[in-house]
């Protein structure tokens, strides 16, 4: 086949897919991806792409690790669902799986199959424990796609505009994000000011005896991939057990590895009232979970929260094979090493653009944010280095709120040939920018 009739085939999919999909569903890449393994997916015409996007923070055991594939066939052939009608072991397993991965003190596990459904679970566990109805959040959050977690997220205003009225009772502070704060490069002024903004939330908008929960991205994810200063996590913990304020950690997108720690909070050994968790948990079977103390969840009656799906038997058993991978293949100290290697290359690329403006992550979760000639955030500039990337066979995607940061996430197995495989094409993309 020539090249031009198997790029066809790529185009007709894509034209029939025009045709009776819903346009809402973005697609990042212009390619069908017709296969995967470990760090690269395949299109219709056999072109590998190296994958540093892992369907957004998700296969973070590399595409169909065979491990996982096996528990997957193996499951199953044994039991594919049977929902809240019984028991099943697989669930059992997973969650003193979970209990003895996070930090101590979580020990009570409700499953369920998406990021947003966890987030909703967890803000009604804490509204019926506590009997109080406010929550606050942080600027620049992205929780999810329903209407309560939309009405939580404020990484950008395409996920909230028209969709008015959302759910209220929801109180936003400033994440402390320096670059775009009024103390650049102070980080403790930018934390003091977050704790200024507590003050006048409580003096002006809501009693604090009225909160029930505050929820916040120990990285923020969709909001630019920015790492809060040193201390911050712990101040929260702090101002929560002052004012008698459930803390819940979205984990969503920097759990499992991702960050170079298994959770992203153990960076501040801080233990979350409620920790969420959802993407990297299964290697791509849609599966999520929120974790609590027995002794908050013992509040909450049998019945009063539930699902169909979730906790799934093949979604568990994938579950459970991708934490047996990330532990015997020590792809959380992997994260780490190749993470730092990624991010020291990159800052060294950084030193010779006039574009970029920062590179900061941890572990495989790094951004690098773009800003143009007028030293403003710039979507344009970080779009045309994804496509020049794009063209070079390496797939990236962008955050920030006005698209300016580039975010890499690629497999926490990845090994140091891919991840210069992936800086060579990013530094030749940045240095054509000038
Ligand atoms: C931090 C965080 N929370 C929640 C969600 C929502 O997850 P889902 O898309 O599975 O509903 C996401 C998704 O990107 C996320 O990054």
Redo the contacts with the bound molecule.
Sequence with gaps: MSTTQISDKNKQYMQNDHKVVNQVLARCAPIVVERASGSFVYDMNNNAYLDFTTG??VTNTGHCHPKVVKAIQDQAQMLLHTSVTTYHKKYIELAEKLVSITPDGLDSVFLAN??????EGAIKLARYVTRKPAIINFRG?????TLL?TALTTSKLYYRENYEPLPGSIYTIPYPYALHSKFKDNDQECVNDVFRHFDILFNQFVHSDQVAAMII?PIL??GGYVVPPDGFLKALRKLCDEKNILLII?E???GFGRSGKMFACEYEGIRPDIM?M??GIASGMPL?AFIASKKLTDKWPSGRHGNTFGGNPVSCAAALATISVIQEEKLVENAKTIGEHILQSLQAIASKSKFIAQVRGRGLMIGIEFFDAQGKPSHDLAQAVIDKCFDNKLLVLSCGSFGQVIRLIPPLNLSLAEANQGLAILEKAIMELH
């Design positions: 957004i923070a998406s990021g947003a459904e966890a987030v959050s992205f929780h999810g796609r977690t991205e994810g969709e979205d969503v997108q920097s969420l959802a993407k999520s």
